[in-house]
T-cell receptor
């Protein structure tokens, strides 16, 4: 079973600061996804990265897939309270299933 | 705006009772997933279906859990008998894909189950 480890587990910062969260594995993944989950809701897909070294930007969020396709990072610039939530990375396991990391619980304080 | 719907949103029940959770996938999606989320274990896959056929239920305790898709618009997850350790949020997700593709999964809002 391929495992995804996310760090940090919890992160609380002030509005306007920058932050980076990580998703690491000892296994190679063909692609990785990032989801955000808000309290009382299900996870929502943010992005899929498929090529080693790929960088994708979504407004103030920058996603990077490691060259070796074993890790990924999410960088948020000028964090806002609306960025608060649980950030999950996920990768394919076998042909059709996803395995999820434990998540990083992010709190942005006004 | 197509969404996955789940009912009930919250369920409190006593140990030993039967619990049935329902999910309506997005119309046209051919794959349905059931997940369980707890603080300790995170998001765990219980079972999934493609074109209404069960493909994998290895994540599900077989003695008390069952999952079915009686038709393309309804998936059910049943626990009988329920136990306090089953307390968790149960998510349904649907997606469209074929073997070898990475699914974009669309999650419902979840059913928060509390077994006392």
């Amino acid at each position: 079973t391929q495992l995804l480890e996310q760090s940090p587990q919890f992160l609380s910062i002030q509005e306007g600061e920058n932050l980076t969260v990580y998703c690491n594995s000892s296994s190679v993944f063909s692609s990785l996804q990032w989801y955000r989950q808000e309290p009382g809701e299900g996870p929502v897909l943010l992005v899929t990265v498929v090529t080693g070294g790929e960088v994708k930007k979504l407004k103030r969020l920058t996603f990077q897939f490691g060259d070796a396709r074993k890790d990924s990072s999410l960088h948020i610039t000028a964090a806002q309270p609306g960025d608060t939530g649980l950030y999950l990375c996920a990768g394919p396991q076998g042909a059709q299933k996803l395995v999820f990391g434990q998540g990083t619980r992010l709190t942005i304080n006004p | 705006d197509a969404r996955v719907t789940q009912t009930p949103r919250d369920k409190v029940t006593e140990m030993g009772q039967e619990v049935t959770m329902r999910c309506q996938p997005i119309l046209g999606h051919n794959t349905v997933f059931w997940y369980r989320q707890t603080m300790k274990q995170g998001l765990e896959l219980l079972a999934y279906f493609r074109n209404r056929a069960p493909l994998d239920d290895s994540g599900m305790p077989k003695d008390r859990f069952s999952a079915e898709m009686p038709d393309a618009t309804l998936a059910t997850l049943k626990i009988q008998p329920s136990e306090p350790r089953d307390s968790a949020v149960y998510f349904c997700a649907s997606g469209l894909g074929t073997i070898g593709t990475l699914y974009e999964q669309y999650f419902g809002p979840g059913t928060r189950l509390t077994v006392t």
